[in-house]
């Protein structure tokens, strides 16, 4: 256990980040989860209007250090090719 005052206000601080960093974790999870279950469902018009709240939560996760920047940017592309072949295929 902590001994220093110093080291016990690092165990303090710790552990509310961990629940705000543990929060924000899972609202990007279930934000992704939700933008790729529409994908699944080939539903274009909902996906697209699902894209600019799911992109931004992705690049507030990046920078609040929740993901790492490549994860956000290989997550919006995964994301966002899918949205395009969808979008491609009702068009067509």
Do not use: C
């Not at 902590?2 to 990007?28: C, Q």
């Not at 933008?35 to 018009?45: F, G, H, Q, S, T």
């Amino acid at each position: 256990m902590a001994n220093t005052v110093s080291s016990l206000k690092r165990v303090r601080v710790t552990a509310r980040k961990t629940i705000i960093n543990r929060a924000r974790k899972s609202r990007l999870r279930h934000q992704v989860r939700a933008m790729r279950r529409l994908l699944d469902e080939k539903d274009a018009a909902g996906a697209a209007k699902l894209v600019p709240q799911t992109f931004s939560m992705v690049d507030r996760a990046a920078k609040w250090g929740i993901i790492k920047k490549n994860t956000a940017a290989r997550y919006k592309s995964r994301l966002s090719i899918r949205l395009q072949n969808i979008t491609a295929k009702s068009a067509a």
